[in-house]
């Protein structure tokens, strides 16, 4: 007897295909429900349209790209300034010239070490500097989170009373006399 049901990726249940014989939903199983399905070419199409499906519906994705083409055309305006001999590269006198900060860390930007700097290159190098700055951006963040927490801790600490509480249902009054003493007795 064969049941079928419909299988999601997310389902871990056993499915029962025979009286006898049970498969796990796992990942391999997954795997290979698509590759009987789908070919690779399919597959492959599947994967890109899901990708542009969720780059297209991702607001921040959108501001990033569009962060991005105005990085690119402001390197790529100042290399074309500074490229003299219009080949296409930036020598040491060009980047000296026009581009002195690059021109200090040239070894670094000539990520090839012919001696020239490509535009490539330089947008490599300025996002390489842009992810170092976000990172030590995250790691001061971070520090001062951890400060900020370690200061509300002692903080707390000291504000913890020195004398002992006295629950409510005690029998001493605010001057620490026991009440019960002092009630008369039914004569």
């Known amino acids: 007897m064969l049941l079928t049901m419909p299988v ?14 049970s498969v796990d939903n796992d990942d391999a199983g997954l795997n290979k429900t698509l590759e009987y ?5 399919d597959r492959a199409r599947l994967r890109k349209a899901l990708k542009e499906y ?5 607001p921040d994705h ?52 012919d001696g020239v700097i490509t535009l490539e290159e330089l947008e490599s190098a ?10 030590a951006e995250a790691r001061t963040e971070a520090q001062q989170a ?4 370690a200061e509300a801790e002692a903080k707390k600490a000291k504000l913890k009373p020195l004398s002992p509480v006295i629950p409510t249902s005690s029998s001493a009054n605010s001057s620490g006399k026991d009440m019960s003493a002092l009630r008369k007795r039914p004569s």
């Open 8 to 21: 999601s990726a997310d389902l871990k249940l056993p499915l029962q295909l025979t009286d006898n014989q």
């Open 37 to 41: 399905n789908f070919s690779p070419d």
């Open 54 to 58: 969720a780059r297209n519906t991702d």
């Open 62 to 113: 959108q501001l990033m790209v569009q962060k991005r083409k105005a990085m690119h055309d402001s390197i790529s305006q100042r290399f074309n300034e500074c490229n003299r001999d219009t080949d296409d590269s930036l020598d040491r006198e060009e980047a000296t010239l026009c581009l002195p900060q690059v021109a200090r860390h040239f070894s670094y930007v000539d990520l090839d070490g």
């Open 126 to 135: 300025y996002t390489k500097m842009v992810e170092r700055q976000r990172e």
């Open 146 to 149: 951890a400060a900020a927490e």
